[in-house]
């Protein structure tokens, strides 16, 4: 007689690690990334009319920032590994809406690929809180990065190359990299996180956590600054390629562009010793502020008819919100309280959703009195906001937490 054993990671889940957590977020990666610079030309496409296309992304961030707001809630009836499957499905369900080709096909996949982001993202860092130790954020934020890098750096270009070969080409990728995101979270076996007893029962409403949130200076600061560098993406990232089409150049160039950019992320692991040889504050502070000068420079170039000053001063600005990825961040979840992860990882998810309302609320504005250009002036502007907020945060924040990462590997 055989003796039929069990394998190992199936009687034991394996126990969730910063590099598990980095190749979820590397698959995620491959989904999103070739896409990114995909649905700004396709809307665009199916639309024509940048006024029309701000509208369009405004809603879809109303809805987006509704859904990831429920989350918590949601979680009281749902186990929060299934949140997380939905999510997944719901990148599956839009390169399957996508692929339909149609104006209203294409919308609806902008609006399922949105909700599928913001509600993963929040399981997602909830998950990191329950597993990942305090002193370990610094380098599970950029092991995550270095992880993502592949799929945002070569994602972009190769989307709308595929795109303009065939259109649903960019979106079957996605759809497959989503299924695989899928299979690694089943393989890793989070279940619902860790259970913290409090002395008090459930939010009675999605809302009521708001309330602990701003009572926190450094929650509020760190949520304002993944908002505003997210803006900063947006401008990048949505208004780039259409500023670059109306002026006669190619529907290609943002998702190329993109793609260099994201190669930046293989430097995440220097960035974090940079950082570490400083400050979080001091890193925060010059991100923001050549950020915004750059953005500013490039809304004045375009502004007097320098099409290759405006695009050159975003790209090279661009490198700087790969640092603020790495190190803006970290104020917030370096302040979450362990009873408050669920609540607060939905909170600081947000941003996405706030950015995505309100860089498109701005651009309907602004496109309302001036051209695109308009829209990178306020991008700058926006940055050096937040580089004088970020002159409030303490001087020595975070460096007697990340040290330790270094020797850690």
Known sequence: MFERRIPEWLRHAPAPSVRGFATLAGCEAVARGILISVYPVAIYEALRAPALISQVYFLIGLGSLAAGLLVPYLTRFVPRRWLYALGAAGFVAAAAAAMVGTPQAMILSLALSAIATVVTFVCFNAYVLDY??????????????????????????????????????????????????????????????????????????????????????????????????????????????????????????????????????????????????????????????????????????????????????????????????????????????????????????????????MTPGIAWLVLLAAPIWGIFLASGALSLTAWGIAGRLHPRLGKQRLQPAVSAG
């Open 132 to 357: 990942i130790a305090r002193i370990e954020l610094g380098r599970c934020e950029t092991l995550r990065m270095f992880y993502s890098a592949l799929g945002w750096t070569a994602g972009p270009a190769l989307g709308v190359l595929l795109w303009g070969w065939w259109r649903p080409a960019p979106f079957l990728i996605s759809g497959i990299a989503a299924a695989l995101m899928l299979a690694v979270f089943a393989y890793m076996r989070l279940g619902n996180g860790k259970l913290i007893t409090r002395a008090r029962g459930p939010a009675p409403n999605p809302l009521a956590f708001l309330g602990r949130f701003f009572v926190q200076p450094r929650l509020i600061a760190g949520w304002l600054f993944a908002v505003i560098r997210s803006c900063g993406w947006w401008a990048y990232v949505v208004y780039l390629p259409i500023y670059a089409v109306e002026n006669g150049l190619s529907d290609q160039l943002g998702g190329l562009l993109l793609s260099v950019t994201n190669g930046a992320l293989f430097t995440a692991p220097l960035m974090l010793r940079w950082m570490q040889a400083r400050s979080v504050r001091h890193s925060v502070r010059f991100g923001f502020l050549v950020c915004g000068t750059l953005f500013t420079l490039a809304g004045a170039g375009a502004a007097a008819g320098l099409s290759w000053l405006c695009i050159a001063a975003l790209f090279v600005g661009s490198f700087f919100l790969i640092l603020l990825d790495v190190c803006a961040g970290l104020p917030f979840l370096m302040a979450v309280k362990p009873s408050e992860r669920t609540e607060m990882s939905a909170v600081y998810s947000s941003y996405r959703d706030v950015s995505g309302i």
